[in-house]
């Protein structure tokens, strides 16, 4: 029932075991045509925007997974194995250069008529994905560590969009990246620029705000006595704390902690965000938990769902959520400010 959000779980969870560094961000690092685009970016920097390179020419770039990989100059035939990089490639105007996605890619509902290429239990059709013919395959931080080798030792061009640590800031950085890999660096730089903007408006309401609420967020309540909420080292965590609220379990060590009904209700939340709610969880069945009634947000009635795409995956509907939260948290803070 919550499957996306237990992939998610465990793979942040072998990652910690692992004790894996966080990812570089996705740059530029070589060029194969010098004159077209500045040589030698440094590690780390915003990849170059309003690039022109032959289409004959490859770019060589350092993926978020450190890997370097050599690329087309820009891609016409694109793989897309996660829900974040099929809307990137979305957002920056290549949908119909989209030739396949995985299982989970349902936004813009345009993405519903692609064929299929798997995902569901952290593997992808390869033959099908060779068949396609490709010029570059688009993985996440989620994707498997194994499928991004297997497909690479095939001969596709792989490019690890994101990470299990992403951020707000890394996001837009993802955005920015594969604008230019399809060759559509200036445009993408706008629609970036556009996306700062609503992320700043928010942080400047916010830090004119007195008080933080203090909030519970559940990500998966199949054990409803031991439900998976939310703490430092995950997107959802830099999400509510930038919307101004206060997560009660911010001094968890895991990014995904499973806790127990005592915490919560020790914890005392006065917001109860939800994004399981389309996978079965209820508001009604939250507050009916036993020893729940005594918790300032159930006793107040605040216990909000939220729609999990717009705060689970790291592409640009997050300012969406970003937003969303910020007003759920601060009602009446952003009148006029933001878009409804």
């Not at 798997?118 to 390869?126: E, K, L, N, Q």
């Not at 060779?130 to 996440?140: C, G, H, Q, R, Y």
């Amino acid at each position: 029932m919550f499957f996306r959000h237990l992939r998610l779980i465990a793979m942040a969870c072998v990652l910690a075991a692992c004790g894996a560094a966080a990812s570089p961000a996705p740059t530029p690092s070589a060029v194969p045509a010098p004159s077209a685009i500045p040589a030698s970016p440094t590690a780390g920097a915003t990849p170059t925007t309003g690039a022109t390179v032959a289409p004959e020419a490859g770019i060589s770039i350092t993926d978020a997974a450190g890997r370097t990989v050599v690329v087309p100059a820009s891609a016409r035939r694109i793989v897309s194995l996660a829900p974040s990089t099929s809307e990137i490639v979305a957002f920056v105007g290549a949908i119909d250069r989209l030739v396949a996605v995985d299982d989970f890619s349902d936004y813009p509902p345009a993405l519903q008529n692609l064929p299929r290429v798997g995902g569901s239990d952290f593997t992808y059709d390869a033959e099908a994905i060779v068949a396609l013919e490709p010029d570059l395959v688009l993985a996440a931080g989620i994707t498997s560590p194994d499928a991004v080798g297997q497909l690479a030792d095939l001969g596709l061009t792989v490019v690890v969009v994101g990470s299990l640590e992403a951020s707000l800031d890394s996001i837009l950085t993802d955005i920015t990246l594969v604008g230019s890999l399809v060759g559509a660096a200036d445009s993408t730089a706008e629609a970036v620029a556009a996306l700062r903007e609503r992320v700043a408006t928010v942080q400047r309401a916010i830090a004119a705000v007195e008080g933080r609420p203090r909030v519970y967020w559940e990500i998966d309540a199949t054990d409803p006595q031991r439900p998976y909420s939310i703490a430092p080292g995950s997107f959802m965590h830099e999400l509510l704390t930038t919307a101004g609220g206060e997560n009660i379990f911010a001094d968890a060590t895991n990014p995904y902690p499973q806790v127990s009904a005592e915490q919560i209700v020790d914890g005392d939340p006065q917001i109860i965000v939800m994004s399981n709610a389309a996978y079965g969880t209820t508001v009604e069945s939250l507050r009916g938990r036993t020893g729940w009634q005594d918790i300032t947000a159930v006793r107040d009635q605040q216990v909000f769902p939220i729609d999990d795409d717009l705060v689970s995956r790291p592409g640009p509907r997050a300012v969406d959520g970003l937003e969303v939260l910020a007003r759920l948290l601060h009602p009446g803070q952003f009148d006029g400010q933001m878009a409804p």
